[in-house]
């Protein structure tokens, strides 16, 4: 079976499950719209190896575009969708043009002082109800027909806009276009050399990897019905990648499960509040930032695969243990 | 001009010109991590951070005052630096950069945490010296003396950085350091040594900077993230090529952003960013770059 076929099967099978433990409509919601940016974002620096702190941009106004659209022009929830994805196209062209221009760490750079240049414009605009956000963005019906105002029903409407889009960028990375992104992060003088335009190919998958998280953005105004500055602030950039290294940079399922993670503990220390151990009394809601860092510093440092590229790691090292053959074969190919 | 009073504008250049040092600075602690390190240092704006509430604290909890501090708090946290070297980032060494990043992001991360959560994000005012209050009249202007103060002491600050770097042995030996650090390590100079002393060297102006700015920002936790990423900007302007690049566009960014307050205010919060953008079409390696 095709890889994409497989992620398809798995995705289809979580999402239909989670419901059914008693978990919150609203913190499941939140996990598609957070997974969803962390695919998008897994996307593009993942396979290409170029890290965007830039990403919140995208998320932010997508967020804004959806809301606005639909709060001011009573737009219906698949046009606001479409909206906030080429809002996302537009913006990642732009931003996109300009920092593939650089590599490696100033490219982060420049993505990040571009995202924060968005996010003055966005505290700044009239459409963004400044401090205040966009608050109570109605859901109304899909193609007019189906009512989302039911969590059940617009869950499902989610859940398979995100299993669509890991099934999308699995197909497009088994596609001849994914196979150059992989040859360009893997040696980028070979691929010019080979002939290929290499910078349109990295603005491609930018600007794909920003329509998505564009569309993220989208589904979580809706979805929450609030889009607002957190949704556009940098730390919100900071936290997919968090999202992306816990759970694998680059594999396709670890955005996911990152995203899951991530989201879970936010919301689980925040409801925790005050704790109290012995005679110390201890805070936990205000301890989020340090906790969140604190994992950071600990991936980067013990496990950079992250949760899913270690399993599969172990997976490949028993496997090359069973078959002798196999490991030589992977050393000759090593060296 | 524009009917701008000149004394509103001379006053705008003042405070541009004072962030422009503290800009100046702070790039210029980056761009000598990043040469030696490849790190781009995101916990630089912690360290700044650092700094503020260094001077803060000896002065609340053991009565140090102000001068003692301008020299102290930078050798504290110039070794808690070392100490994060030492421990956690040489342990990254030969790794794709992006990871030292990622470290340094969440290092940022749990230092402003804990910051936060002691002191809330409210500021806290700290008083100039007394030496250093009141203004000077210069006839067509009022200056305030510790703006002047703040020129002043970050333009030695950073000559004396510079000079340690383009015109002492120490400094010829990081700048081969970080064209080949092996060669280097070969010819019997203890380069581990060195990128620990840089590391250092870049807290220590991160904090000295942060001491500076003290008196006249409020001391805050996320004081900070947001002078960062303009100082990132500042970075990918002026290019890492030179140390005198760094001082020189960190300055210039400072006024420009300073004279946006006057003549179009709404723009000024990302003047440097669309500076940034400008400067990156026409010149992709920066003004001061060196790489193609």
Redesign the interface.
């Known amino acids: 079976m095709k890889t994409s076929t497989v992620l398809l099967i798995t995705l289809a099978v979580i999402g239909v499950i989670a419901p059914l433990t008693g978990l919150y409509p609203q913190f499941l919601m939140k996990c598609v719209a957070l997974a969803l940016f962390a695919v998008a974002f897994n996307f593009f620096t993942g396979n290409i190896?170029l890290?965007s702190i830039g990403h919140a941009a995208f998320f932010g106004m997508g967020a804004y575009a959806a809301g606005f659209a639909t709060k001011a022009w009573s737009f219906t929830p698949e046009l606001a969708l479409v909206l906030s994805l080429l809002v996302g196209v537009a913006l990642g062209i732009v931003m996109g043009g300009?920092a593939i221009?650089?590599q490696?760490?100033?490219f982060?750079?420049?993505t990040?002082?571009?995202a924060?240049?968005v996010y003055?414009?966005c505290?700044?605009a009239p459409f963004t109800g400044a401090e205040d956000g966009l608050q109570r963005i109605p859901r109304r019906s899909l193609f007019g027909l189906i009512d989302l105002s039911n969590d059940l029903v617009m869950y499902t409407f989610v859940l398979v806009l995100l299993i669509a889009a890991v099934w999308g960028f699995q197909r497009i990375m088994e596609s001849p276009f994914g196979q150059v992104l992989l040859a360009i992060r893997d040696n980028e003088p070979r691929a010019i050399s080979l002939g290929y335009d290499v910078q349109k190919y990295k603005l491609s998958a930018f600007t794909m990897s920003a329509a998505i998280a564009g569309l993220a953005g989208g589904v979580k105004a809706l979805t929450l019905g609030f889009a607002g500055l957190p949704d556009a602030h940098?730390t919100q950039s900071?936290n997919v990648?968090l999202m992306c290294?816990l759970g694998g940079l680059g594999t396709p399922l670890g955005p996911v499960i990152g995203a899951i993670l991530v989201v879970a503990l936010e919301s689980r220390l925040s409801g925790l509040g005050v704790v109290q151990i012995g005679p110390f009394a201890l805070?936990l809601s205000?301890?989020?930032?340090?906790i969140?860092?604190?994992?950071?510093?600990v991936?980067?440092?013990l496990f950079?695969r992250g949760i899913v590229g270690e399993i599969s790691a172990a997976f490949a090292s028993a496997k090359a243990r069973q078959s002798p053959a196999a490991d030589a074969e992977k050393k000759s190919m090593a060296s | 001009m524009f009917d701008i009073p000149l004394q509103v504008l001379l006053g705008q250049i003042t405070i541009g010109l004072v962030n422009g040092c503290f800009y100046a600075i702070l790039s210029l602690g980056l761009a000598l991590i990043f040469g030696l390190l490849n790190v781009i240092n995101f916990a630089h704006g912690a360290l700044y951070m650092l700094g503020a509430f260094g001077v803060y604290l000896a002065m609340q909890k053991l009565g140090v005052n102000y001068w003692w501090s301008l020299l102290l708090v930078p050798i504290v946290v110039g070794a808690f630096g070392a100490m994060i070297e030492r421990l956690l980032l040489r342990r990254l060494v030969g790794l794709d950069h992006l990871y030292g990043l990622l470290f340094t992001f969440g290092l940022a991360l749990v230092l402003e945490g804990i910051f936060r959560d002691i002191y809330g994000s409210a500021g806290l005012p700290y008083p100039p010296p007394p030496a250093l209050r009141g203004l000077i009249d210069l006839g067509f202007m009022r200056l305030p003396i510790y703006r002047v103060w703040i020129v002043v002491a970050s333009l030695l600050v950073c000559f004396a950085t510079w000079f340690l770097i383009e015109r002492t042995r120490l400094g010829s030996y990081l700048r081969a350091g970080t064209e080949n650090a092996k060669m280097v390590q070969a010819l019997g100079i203890n380069v581990p040594l060195m990128v620990t002393f840089v590391y250092a060297l870049g807290a220590a102006l991160a904090a000295f900077a942060g001491v500076l700015a003290a008196p006249i920002y409020q001391v805050q936790p996320l004081m900070g993230s947001n002078i960062l990423i303009i100082t990132f900007a500042v970075v990918v302007i002026g290019g890492l090529g030179s140390t005198a690049g760094a001082i020189a566009t960190g300055l210039a960014l400072g006024v420009i952003e300073g004279l946006s307050k006057v003549f179009y205010p709404e723009v000024s919060s990302t003047i440097v960013f669309i500076v940034m953008a400008i400067v990156l079409l026409v010149r992709p390696a920066g003004l001061f770059g060196r790489e193609a």
Do not use: E, H
Not at chain 1, 286 to 290: E, L, N, T
Not at chain 1, 292 to 297: A, P, S, W
């Open positions: 190896g890290l300009m221009r650089r490696g760490i100033y982060a750079m420049i990040l002082a571009l924060q240049m003055f414009v505290v700044q940098w900071g990648i290294l805070d205000s301890k989020v930032p340090i969140i860092g604190f994992i950071f510093m991936c980067v440092l950079r």
